[in-house]
């Protein structure tokens, strides 16, 4: 089953399209009609979320994304090396 939080992230994705998040959350947190169609998406989904709350949960997986990205240069990182290490 669906968390809450899940649905919210896929409606706003299926809405907005996911390059425009960071945008729409900057826009629209002050846009009544964003507001406003906000709380009509999440009321035929039978959720209650604000958009504040989105922000939030945008945040949270924007930094997760982030940390994601920074291990994995890491590791490419850590792999040249050794490889590098292995040539001389």
Request: proline fraction near 1%; glycine fraction near 6%.
């Amino acid at each position: 089953m669906l968390s809450d939080k899940d649905i919210a992230i896929y409606a706003l994705g299926k809405t907005e399209g996911v390059h425009s998040i960071a945008e729409t959350l900057g826009k629209g947190l002050n846009d009544e009609k964003y507001i406003e169609s906000w709380n009509k998406t999440m009321k035929m989904l039978g959720i209650e979320m604000p958009l504040k709350e989105l922000e939030r949960i945008y945040n949270e997986f924007a930094k997760k994304m982030e940390d994601l990205t920074d291990a994995e240069e890491e590791t490419k990182s850590k792999e040249i090396t050794e490889s590098n290490n292995s040539i001389k």
